[in-house]
């Protein structure tokens, strides 16, 4: 199925088109295509009858849409007051000196993304990080390179 | 993977409970099935295995795989269930076991290695009391040896768990474990003793105040609401949390989804509210899939939907998921948001009580304030003014977090000193010494040892400069560098910053940059940088007091009141960064200076070929030495030194 294909479909699945809807369409489309394009916000201003500038000032204000595709493995960094103070501001160095990766970017080979959240609620193993869904706790550097190192190894 | 209701519970629950659960009494045979629900009495054991977000970071799910693994492999008859959490972060995963005629008792830290030993301990009626944390009090069962009770343990002594009451000990995905410990009894009885003006009469006496950081008496927001002639109201549970560091409704829901649940229908009736929205962040994904769940339950047995309980009052739950903005906790921006718009807040009056969601009348309320309710009408407005202080009544959850040396979640009655949150915290780990208390996020402030005694009180803390914020408290040592936490605030205000009003765009951008420039070593020490330092220092509070004046919400009047209160109490520390150029607790890196260990280099040259500014002398095979003043504190020679002579003071 092509992307603009999966597109109708999500479009299909609300009754009601409205503005009300629009965060709710984007976070389906995010969910089903991992990130979103200009191919989706152009379909979605077609059927909501918005213009795409609208639904693009939208999307970018909330930190949850992105419009760079995700990499192989996406990495969930907590930036949460806890973990900030174990150290995850060293993970966050370790990844932008060695990965050349920053908050909300993937690298050009596609293997790694990051993004920095707030608080992932598990502030006592703090410094947390997930890749793909799957939790480590106590993250420094040292451990960091060892999780990377046996992702890029799979 | 829950053990969720079956399909049998649920009609019971339908046909035979709900009929009398606004008086409770029920024949012998349906109470006793609701015993059995309790799990008073077992006939074969039960093991408990606390699951939320947070303890499943901890590896949860698999010690959860492993018990079932050792009942499989031993072919033990067992129940294995799935709760929430007590609030003990720190000892999570947390198992508990019930063997017939034994009382629950709790072990922590179970990681999947020691789950053999401590099944095979429980089942055979033999547990290391030092394995175990506390045990469950119950008249009929007997009791374990040398395990004190839940109620003793001064971690739950301490406290006044009254929302918390059920958290950890049922499970979430079960509505009728819910009812079986008294749920949804106050909804059934206000629906059909009480009219919507009578429970809003209950709340106003009670003086119940939100909860969310506004402090605003939420009974007085909901008459506002009553008082606009429409036909339509809707109700918005606040459960954005996002707050770094704040998780007290995220846990709360994933560990007694229900009183939540429980809470928007009967603050709906009470505003007589045909829509409820719960407004939660997408990426609580635990939490929406618990929600949700008991959402579904409700609807399933007749408590929520088309005319509740033969009543005639409809009420529709929808789930919305934010899609993660600071600012849409502000409730204008929130409104704007569900309005599928940027969530930018607005110039209020109008208040959302009377033009909301719509143009229609909404009423906000963070989802601790809901979960009051049903023990407000059920206990009564007296027993809940007679909790707490002059102005602030009933209890507040606080997650406690940060260099604590336990993490906790924890509910204390208003009017205890916030001494008590560092005391059920555990104080400071091992060999550091405490700093400060953080309350309340990016826009609260550090409270230092000698202001502990003071009440946690709505109107008592402004009183002496502090607020206290949603709950979340940070517990600061020495290792904490004051500079580096309010720049770390600046910089989350400046990326959460809605941009709609100049005060707080600019102000945040331009607070972080003075921060940043006092935490880094200067390029040069002449003109232009120098005077920008000072320039930025000099005008760090005037732009602090201009913010907190003019900006248009919350967001950005509450903003420098972080860097307000450490200037006022750690101003020493600022000094240290502006003058002297130095961190004390060696968190701002650029400020490191380093030196090299004589005994140990080997003249290498190896560092001295990597200095990005050349400030590495020396001659081959002896000692080398760093120039202070050329020195910028990249740590590139640490990095490199293979003998590791090169540290930092």
């Known amino acids: 199925m092509s992307n603009a294909e999966k597109i109708e479909e999500i479009l299909e699945r609300y009754s009601y088109l409205g503005s009300d809807s629009l965060i709710p369409i984007l976070q389906d489309i995010q969910n089903e295509l991992g990130s979103l394009n200009e191919e989706a916000i152009v379909l979605v201003g077609r059927k909501l009858n918005m213009p795409t500038s609208k639904i693009y000032g939208l999307a970018t204000f909330y930190n949850q849409f992105k419009f760079e595709a995700k990499g192989k493995n996406h990495i969930c960094l907590c930036n949460g007051t806890s973990c900030r103070l174990k150290g995850a501001k060293w993970n966050m160095v370790y990844l932008e000196d060695n990965l050349k990766l920053k908050n909300g970017q993937t690298t050009r080979n596609g293997q790694f993304s990051l993004e920095v959240v707030t608080c992932m609620g598990a502030c006592d193993h703090g410094p947390v990080i997930s890749v793909n869904d799957e939790y480590y706790r106590e993250v420094d550097p040292e451990k960091l390179k060892n999780i990377l190192n046996d992702l890029t190894q799979e | 993977m829950a053990r969720c209701d079956s399909k049998a519970e649920i009609s019971f629950i339908k046909d035979a409970v709900i009929p009398n659960l606004h008086d409770g009494t029920w024949p012998t045979e349906v109470s006793a099935k609701l015993s059995a629900l309790r799990h008073e009495r077992v006939r074969q054991p039960i093991i408990y295995v606390g699951v939320t977000t947070s303890s499943i970071v901890a590896g949860a799910l698999k010690t959860r795989s492993a018990i079932e693994q050792y009942l499989d492999d031993y072919s033990v008859d067992a129940d294995v269930i799935f709760v929430g959490s007590h609030g003990l972060c720190s000892l999570e995963p947390i198992v508990e076991v019930q063997m017939p005629g034994r009382t629950r008792v709790a072990f922590a830290n179970v990681t999947p290695e020691r789950v053999n030993s401590i099944l095979d301990g429980a089942i055979n009626g033999f547990i290391q009391p030092e394995n175990a944390i506390f045990q469950y009090y119950s008249e009929i069962h007997e009791p374990w040896h040398g395990i004190p009770f839940k109620n003793e343990l001064p971690f739950f002594k301490r406290q006044n768990r009254v929302l918390l009451k059920n958290a950890g000990v049922i499970c979430p995905d079960s509505i009728a474990e819910y009812i079986a410990y008294g749920g949804y009894s106050a909804l059934a009885k206000s629906i059909r003793k009480y009219t919507y003006d009578d429970i809003c009469r209950i709340v106003e006496e009670s003086g119940l105040r939100g909860r ?189 977090n940060g260099q604590a040396s336990q993490t906790c979640l924890v509910e204390l009655t208003f009017g205890e000193p916030l001494g008590a949150l560092l005391d059920l915290a555990g104080g400071v780990k091992d060999g550091r010494t405490f700093k400060a208390l953080h309350l309340g996020g990016p826009s609260g402030v550090s409270v230092t040892a000698d202001e502990l005694d003071a009440p946690i009180d709505f109107d008592e803390l402004p009183k002496r400069g502090i607020s206290l914020g949603s709950g979340g408290v940070q517990v600061l040592d020495n290792t904490v560098c004051m500079v580096d936490l309010v720049k770390y605030f600046m910089h989350f205000i400046r990326n959460e910053s809605c941009g709609k009003c100049i005060p707080c765009r600019e102000g945040s951008n331009r607070m972080y940059q003075i921060l940043d420039n006092i935490s880094k070593r200067p390029v040069s020490n002449e003109g232009h940088n120098t005077l920008e330092r000072f320039k930025g220092v000099i005008q760090l509070e005037t732009l602090a007091e201009v913010m907190r004046d003019t900006s248009l919400c919350g967001l950005g009047q509450t903003a420098p009141k972080p860097i307000l209160k450490a200037l006022k109490s750690f101003r020493d520390e600022f000094e240290e960064h502006i003058f002297d150029r130095k961190c004390r607790a060696s968190v701002c890196r650029d400020l490191r200076t380093f030196y090299i260990d004589i005994e140990r280099c080997t003249g290498c040259t190896a560092c001295a070929k990597k200095c990005p500014t050349q400030a590495i002398y020396g001659t081959p095979r002896s000692p080398y030495f760093i120039v202070e003043e050329r020195c910028i504190g990249c740590g590139i020679c640490q990095d490199t030194c293979k003998f590791g002579a090169v540290f930092f003071k």
């Open chain 2, 212 to 400: 969310g950081g506004g402090a605003f008496p939420t009974g007085t927001k909901w008459r506002k609401a009553l008082q606009v002639a429409t036909s339509d109201r809707y109700l918005i549970c606040n459960a954005d949390e996002s707050d770094p560091g704040g998780f007290m409704d995220r846990l709360l829901i994933e560990s007694d989804p229900h009183r939540v649940v429980e809470g928007i229908i009967l603050s709906s009736y009470a505003v007589s509210a045909s829509k409820a929205i719960i407004y939660i962040r997408d990426r609580y994904k635990i939490t929406i899939q618990r929600i949700q769940n008991a959402i579904d339950q409700a609807y399933e047995v007749g408590l929520l939907g088309y005319d509740i309980l033969g009543s005639g009052y409809s009420l529709d739950i929808e789930v919305r998921k934010g899609p993660g903005a600071y600012v849409c906790g502000e409730e204008t921006a929130l409104i704007k948001s569900l309005e599928g718009k940027r969530g930018m807040p607005s110039i209020k009056p109008p208040y959302p009580a009377e033009f909301g969601l719509n143009g229609k009348p909404t009423v906000i309320n963070n989802v601790e304030t809901l979960v009051n309710i049903p023990q407000i009408v059920n206990n009564g407005p007296e027993w809940f003014a007679a909790l707490g202080t002059e102005g602030s009544k009933g209890t507040k959850i606080f997650s406690i």
